[in-house]
């Protein structure tokens, strides 16, 4: 019950065995997976080497959403992505259960910026609307009729997300950039699940106001 | 809601997010400098423990607390036989709300756990924040305290795993005893007991005794609550209450429930997860009256609540997320309840809307 349990493991045979033609992307990314799980498992079991291929399966992402928490200040980012890796390996030595180590390192690497910040800037732990989450963003590979058309999207973009909080920016970032699920940002930002959907909720109701939604969905519908 | 989602959906798949990039050379200075503090100083730092910062750390009044604890379960390791039962109630008592950090006290040392909720018992020791502290006596008595706000577990030297809930202790010898496993418990834990058929494992509270074989099992008996209770997840467990001759054996999906004031046993059908919920960072309330749900969040999180005396018996159901900031809690609670939460002199104020 607390512990993972061998018999909840499905045998690696049978994840990596196509039954048939249907399931073969779900094998695809499970075979994607396992190889995470391997390395996580081989680093559990106490194997050094492993310890460095967690690392560099993790650490560009950390960095990536660690830069957008602290404004860019890059060394901020890497001391706390040190000392994430560093108290790593020190839970290994322990029983605790990490089913999930990306989630995981993500959750403690945020913590541990947040009380880099708060030392820093002698915030109180209220504070936390008002730490910048910066990033942005530019449109992916689409073809457009036109540059005005172009133009014109970007614009809504700009005011979209000019419209949204810090969290409710990070909250955006996490699910589309990073590809967490609601459940995962929710548990990652210290809210419930129902609180991240009130957020998101919120945006959607101020972009609604900002922007006169029949224009607003043409624009995002076209294309 | 849906189509909220569908609309941010419809932006942000259009978009991404421009990223900056860790340059390699950074990463490989980055990695050198994370294996210089960890591979390369593991023996030494997983064997020293940080003693003079312990020290340091420690306020007069829990040093106080600390040299009567030290005495008292130094006494009690040199005065008991490893079958011998625990007089847990001379076991110096002090309160879970009262501290700070999960405890874990050891005969000659109070273990402060900061970083890593989950202490493991093994031969000749037993680990904490990843330092090994040695244990001289299998007979040892050992506490494991967990304050308000904090949830963590114990493997004990059996192989059976607990789960400690917020503002509760665990007693127990720190080898489990020869052929009769024993722990003691104040508040709520969650037991995965090992099977042994020649060690019978009994929990006790200060009411209840609960004999087991290998099974999982929840057991709640904080001091300021009415009811324990027994609940049980498999296998099979037999309970006593008080004094009385009579056991009473539960099956899975039971719970045996002992009203400690009126002596009221009864033993039911229940949903088992909403008695395990909290393992997952869950309450789920079935009607449950805000004087209650108050009384729990005052547990999780360590904060004070005041409210009116109208409200403690209006009665709400469903699910929260209590790894969920305080607020956030309130504030679900609030949308169900109809009640509304300010924050003063360090205590949080529930009116109605």
């Known amino acids: 019950m607390l512990d993972n349990k061998p018999s909840n493991t499905p045998s690696r045979h049978s ?21 995470e799980a391997e390395i996580w498992s081989r680093f559990r079991s106490g194997d050094q080497d492993a310890f460095a291929d967690v690392y560099n399966l993790y650490v560009d992402d950390l960095y990536r959403y660690g830069m957008k928490m602290v404004d860019g ?3 901020l980012v890497i001391d706390a992505i040190h000392d994430v890796f560093v108290k790593l390996y020190e839970l290994n030595a322990s029983s605790t259960v990490v089913l999930n180590p990306r989630f995981y390192l993500l959750k403690v690497l945020r913590g541990q910026i947040l009380d880099n910040l708060r ?10 609307s ?51 699920s609601y459940d995962e940002v929710a548990a990652l930002m210290d809210m419930n699940v129902q609180s991240v959907r009130n957020l998101i909720h919120r945006s959607v109701e101020r972009i609604r106001k900002m922007l006169k939604l029949s224009t607003f969905l043409f624009f995002f519908n076209i294309v | 809601m849906n189509k909220d989602l569908d609309l941010l959906d419809s932006i942000f798949t259009r978009f991404e997010s421009i990223e900056q990039e860790l340059d390699n050379q950074t990463r490989k200075m ?19 423990p940080h003693a003079s910062r312990r020290r340091r750390l420690f306020t007069a009044v829990s040093a106080a607390a600390a040299v009567l604890i030290l005495c008292l379960a130094g006494y009690f390791s040199f005065h008991t036989e490893p079958d011998s039962p625990i007089n847990y109630d001379s076991v110096a008592q002090y309160f879970p709300h009262e501290i700070e950090n999960i405890q874990l006290v050891l005969p000659d040392r109070i273990v402060e756990i900061r970083k890593n909720p989950s202490v493991v018992y093994e031969p000749g020791c037993v680990i904490a924040d990843g330092v090994k502290y040695p244990i001289a006596q299998s007979d040892e008595i050992h506490q494991f305290i967990v304050p308000f ?11 059976s795993k607990v789960r400690v809930n917020a503002g509760s202790k665990l007693i127990y010898k720190s080898g489990m005893g020869g052929t009769r496993r024993q722990v003691y418990v104040n508040g709520e834990v969650f037991l995965d007991v090992f099977h042994d058929e020649n060690r019978p494992f009994t929990v006790k509270t200060n009411r209840l005794d609960v004999r087991v074989l290998g099974t999982e099992f929840d057991v709640r008996a904080y001091d300021d609550e009415e009811v324990q209770s027994v609940v049980l997840v498999s296998g099979s467990v037999s ?13 899975p999906e039971q ?8 002596c009221d046993i009864s033993i039911r059908q229940v949903p088992v997860e909403n008695y395990i919920a909290w393992m997952d960072g869950l309450m789920i309330l079935d009607n449950a009256p805000l004087k209650e749900v108050f009384r729990q969040i005052n547990r999780y999180y360590n904060v004070e609540i005041v409210y009116d005396s109208s409200l403690e018996n209006v009665r709400i159901s469903g699910k929260l997320d209590i790894r969920s900031s305080v607020e956030d809690t309130l504030e679900t609670i609030g949308l169900v309840a109809g009640t509304q939460y300010r924050f003063e002199e360090g205590k949080y104020c529930i009116s109605a809307r």
């Not at chain 1, 073969?24 to 990314?29: E, Q």
């Not at chain 1, 030392?119 to 936390?128: N, V």
């Open chain 1, 15 to 35: 994840i990596l065995t196509p039954q048939n033609e249907q399931c073969r992307t779900a094998v695809f990314f499970e075979t994607l997976a396992m190889s």
């Open chain 1, 73 to 75: 200040n890059r060394d």
């Open chain 1, 119 to 128: 030392k820093e800037r002698g915030l109180k732990r209220a504070d936390i």
């Open chain 1, 130 to 180: 008002r730490i910048p989450f910066t990033v942005e963003y530019r449109l992916s590979n689409e073809e457009f009729s036109s540059a005005e058309q172009q133009a014109e999207m970007f614009e809504r973009y700009r005011q979209v997300v000019s419209a949204m909080t810090e969290r409710q920016k990070e909250a955006i970032y996490l699910h589309y950039s990073l590809g967490l």
């Open chain 2, 30 to 48: 980055l990695w050198e400098r994370i294996a210089r503090d960890t591979l390369q100083s593991n023996h030494a730092r997983s064997l020293t």
């Open chain 2, 149 to 159: 706000g904090k949830t963590a577990d114990v493997q004990l030297a059996d192989g």
């Open chain 2, 239 to 251: 309970v006593s209450a008080d004094l009385l001759d009579q056991r009473y054996r539960i099956s």
């Open chain 2, 255 to 262: 719970c045996f429930s002992y009203n400690t004031s009126n």
